[in-house]
């Protein structure tokens, strides 16, 4: 079965930087890819960037110049850079896995939150 666990959220002042961790058991990043989701009080969870077994990449429009999603397939772990935060980061971010669907696309980062992932227990953004 599959397990992951994120870290490395923390409090930043604004225009900082921070880089999250998924480390995962029973899974393959670098076969399968891997994403990121955040979710603020009362609202829905959305998704922030994804990458694919081939090596695709997909970033929401609000990230796109600022983060960056990598791999480390040795490690089976994954990361999310994030750089020029801003306040409106702030949120809960979750990494998932998934066997099942196509990663690194658009259509995950849109829909993938409502899929059938494997969710880390989140790891808290705060930017001030």
């Known amino acids: 079965h599959v397990q992951l666990v994120e870290s490395g959220g923390g409090s930043v002042q604004a225009g900082g930087s921070l880089r999250l961790s998924c480390i995962t058991s029973?899974?393959?990043?670098?076969?399968?890819?891997m994403g990121w989701f955040r979710q603020e009080p009362g609202k829905e969870r959305e998704g922030v960037a994804s990458?694919?077994?081939?090596?695709?990449?997909y970033y929401s429009d609000s990230v796109k110049g600022r983060f960056t999603i990598s791999r480390d397939y040795a490690k089976n772990t994954g990361y999310l850079q994030m750089s020029s935060l801003k306040a409106e980061d702030t949120a809960m971010y979750y990494c998932?896995?998934?066997?099942?669907?196509?990663?690194?696309?658009?259509?995950?980062?849109?829909?993938?939150?409502?899929?059938?992932?494997?969710w880390g227990q989140g790891t808290q953004v705060t930017v001030s």
């Open positions: 998932a896995a998934s066997p099942f669907y196509n990663l690194g696309s658009r259509l995950y980062v849109l829909r993938g939150h409502k899929a059938h992932n494997f």
């Open positions: 990458t694919g077994g081939s090596g695709r990449t």
């Open positions: 029973g899974y393959s990043v670098g076969v399968h890819g």
